[in-house]
């Protein structure tokens, strides 16, 4: 009985992250309804995104991080233009770009002074807007793009 349930989360898990990375995710309190969510342990990829509405946090195939609304760019994560393999939301609470040898060459820490913890989400949401909650969702913004519409 144990080990069915278990194996039943973690298929439920499996399937959270799957639906979230997808764009179909959930929204928390503190993110507006419809954002998609990248939660700590989760990283972006290569040709990996996330939208909301039209708001796309896209990991292009030339490993630059950018965000567009309706298409158009809003912002790109500075640095990071043709070296970065993943951007990650660390279980700490940073939001780190790392590459191809896994050192950070961005992090949300060199923005906010240190200003993070653990539990912090990444918010993809449908205003234009990227933005880093703390508290999975519950708590005040600690970063943004500052790209809403």
């Known amino acids: 009985m144990k080990t069915m349930k278990k194996a039943a989360l973690g298929t439920i898990a499996a399937a959270a992250l799957a639906i979230s990375l997808a764009g179909a995710g959930t929204a928390n309190a503190a993110a507006p ?16 995104y996330m939208q909301a509405g039209n708001t796309k946090l896209t990991f292009q195939n030339d490993r630059n991080i950018v965000v567009s609304y309706a298409g158009t760019p809003t912002y790109q994560f500075p640095g990071t233009w043709s070296n970065a393999q993943q951007l990650c939301m660390q279980t700490d609470g940073n939001l780190v770009a790392y590459n191809s040898w896994n050192t950070a060459i961005w992090s949300m820490d060199g923005q906010t002074g240190g200003t993070y913890y653990a539990g912090d989400i990444l918010a993809v949401q449908t205003d234009g807007n990227v933005v880093v909650y703390s508290n999975y969702g519950n708590g005040p913004a600690l970063w943004s793009t500052h790209t809403s519409r």
């Open 33 to 48: 309804a419809g954002s998609q969510i990248l939660y700590p342990g989760q990283c972006l990829s290569t040709n990996q």
